[in-house]
């Protein structure tokens, strides 16, 4: 799948745009691309919809208790 493997590249570019590190809470440990607007509700694979996250970060956006707007 062309588009996912597109996706999984940016997220690793994100990863380093970002240094690796959360943009909510600045932890370096295990890194995440997240997309600020899910390719599935038409975000696009760009860095403009990556941001990085830790895990910790990266599930309480999932549960909508971060709102990435802000970032
Ligand atoms: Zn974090």
């Known amino acids: 799948m062309g588009r996912s493997s597109e996706h999984q590249r940016v997220q690793r570019e994100g990863k380093k745009r970002d240094y690796e590190t ?8 295990k890194p995440e691309g ?3 607007i899910d390719y599935q509700y038409g975000g696009a694979a760009t860095l403009d919809n990556i941001v990085t996250l830790c895990q910790k970060c990266h599930k309480q956006v999932h549960r909508g208790n971060i709102d ?3 970032f």
Do not use: P
């Not at 959360?22 to 440990?29: D, I, L, P, Q, R």
């Open 68 to 70: 990435l707007i802000k």
């Open 34 to 36: 997240h997309h600020v």
């Open 22 to 29: 959360c943009c909510v809470c600045g932890n370096k440990e």
